[in-house]
Structure formats: structure tokens, C-alpha cells
């Protein structure tokens, strides 16, 4: 659970008008967890393939089909693949530092609400003496309080936004997206236009695209899991 706003500074956040920022940055720490989690899950799905491949179907690197079919794999791995994994350890990071800055935002805030809160208290002291001059001093406290907890956090919201743009939301919507298409569109043999010769058994490349065919599967549901796990995160604090 994330930093609350002690009990003691509530009637201070309401003089202010200020609301409190609804976020938990735990929740968010657990979702770079989970970035990372999916990274290596899905580095491992590939590994799988590359051993079922060298050890259960090493028949096909004798056959110029089944390399054929195997290199076209290689290369969409290598060239896209790969990539889109290394993106992830900077996603993720980008997360981390999201949860950090929400996490200086709260203490922030507290910082200026217990300030508020001692000069209004100071104020409220030296009532006795200064009559309705203290209530004029409290209303000013509340106006300057209240427009520095307004830079402040500004301030600190649009940088924040400027690092979660590169580090997070741009890889993921352009980078990552480019990639996935390549995957999608990667030629499934080396051939080119030519027509290789068929030097292999149907049986090999059945178990052949099976493998494959396996490993996407199993990324698909790791997928799945991921944004299952990220939409159950309660970030948006109550």
C-alpha cells in the first residue's frame, strides 16, 4: 500500500482544496515487476524452441527445406524479436521511475501541508493579541500555501510526464508496435521467390511448425496473463 495523507493534515488538504494525488506507487512498482516477469518469460519460450530445435529436430539442419523454413525463423527472431524484448528492461524502468516520482509527489505534498498547518496554528496562537488581523494572516497563508503546492506539484507532473513519454508510452505505441507488424510479416522460409527442394520428410516439418507454433502459443498466453495481472493492480488508490 502506498503513502496515505496522515490523519492530522486531512482538514489542512481541505483548506487548500488540494486533492490528494490518487495513486499508489506500490501498485505501480508491481506493475514494472510484472514488465520484467514477462520479459524473461518470454525470453524463455524462445530458448525452449531454440533446444527443442537443436536437440529434437536436429534431422531438419540436413534438409535445405526445413533450414530454409528455420533460417526464415532466425531471422525474424534476430531482427525483430530480440528487439522487442530489449525494449522491455527500459519499460519497465520507465515504470519505477513513475512510481518514484508519485512517491516524492505524496511527500511533497505532506512537507507542505504540515508547514501550512504549523503557520496556521502559529497564527491561530496570536489571536488573542492581533484580533481580526490573525484571521487576515490565515486567509493569506492559505492563498500562498495553496499556489505554491499548485507550482510544486506542476512542476513536477510535466516532467514527470515528459520521462514516462520517452522512456515508457513511446516505445511501447511506436517502437514495439513497428516490431510486432515486422513479426507478423517476416517471410516464413529464406527462399525468397524460389521454391526450394523438398528434401524432408511431412512428418519433420509438421514437428517443425508445431514447435513454433507451440512457442507462440505459449507468448500468447503469457500475454494474456500480463494484462490480466496489470488490470487487476489497484493503482488508482481509494
Do not use: H
Amino acid at each position: 500500500m502506498g503513502i496515505t495523507i496522515p490523519g492530522e493534515l486531512d482538514y489542512v488538504l481541505d483548506l487548500l482544496g488540494y486533492e490528494w494525488p490518487n495513486l499508489d506507487e506500490d501498485a505501480i512498482r508491481e506493475g514494472a515487476g510484472l514488465v520484467r516477469g514477462l520479459r524473461d518469460d518470454l525470453q524463455g519460450t524462445l530458448d525452449d524452441l531454440d533446444s527443442r530445435i537443436n536437440n529434437e529436430l536436429t534431422e531438419a539442419f540436413t534438409s535445405k527445406a526445413a533450414s530454409a523454413y528455420i533460417d526464415a525463423w532466425t531471422d525474424n527472431r534476430t531482427q525483430n524479436m530480440d528487439q522487442m524484448l530489449e525494449l522491455l528492461p527500459g519499460v519497465a524502468q520507465g515504470i519505477d521511475i513513475f512510481a518514484d516520482a508519485v512517491m516524492a509527489l505524496k511527500l511533497k505534498v505532506i512537507a507542505e501541508l504540515t508547514i501550512t498547518a504549523a503557520q496556521i496554528a502559529a497564527a491561530a496562537a496570536s489571536a488573542v493579541f492581533t484580533g481580526g488581523l490573525s484571521l487576515a494572516a490565515n486567509a493569506a497563508i492559505i492563498a500562498a500555501r495553496k499556489k505554491a503546492l499548485d507550482i510544486a506539484t506542476q512542476i513536477a507532473i510535466e516532467e514527470l510526464i515528459g520521462q514516462i513519454l520517452v522512456m515508457v508510452i513511446e516505445p511501447l505505441t511506436e517502437t514495439a508496435a513497428g516490431l510486432a507488424e515486422a513479426v507478423l510479416d517476416a517471410p516464413l522460409t529464406t527462399a525468397g521467390n524460389e521454391t526450394p527442394t523438398f528434401d524432408v520428410s511431412f512428418d519433420l516439418m509438421e514437428e517443425l511448425a508445431d514447435a513454433i507454433g507451440d512457442c507462440g502459443d505459449e507468448q500468447a498466453e503469457l500475454i494474456e496473463n500480463f494484462v490480466a495481472q496489470v488490470l487487476g493492480l489497484p493503482i488508482f488508490a481509494s
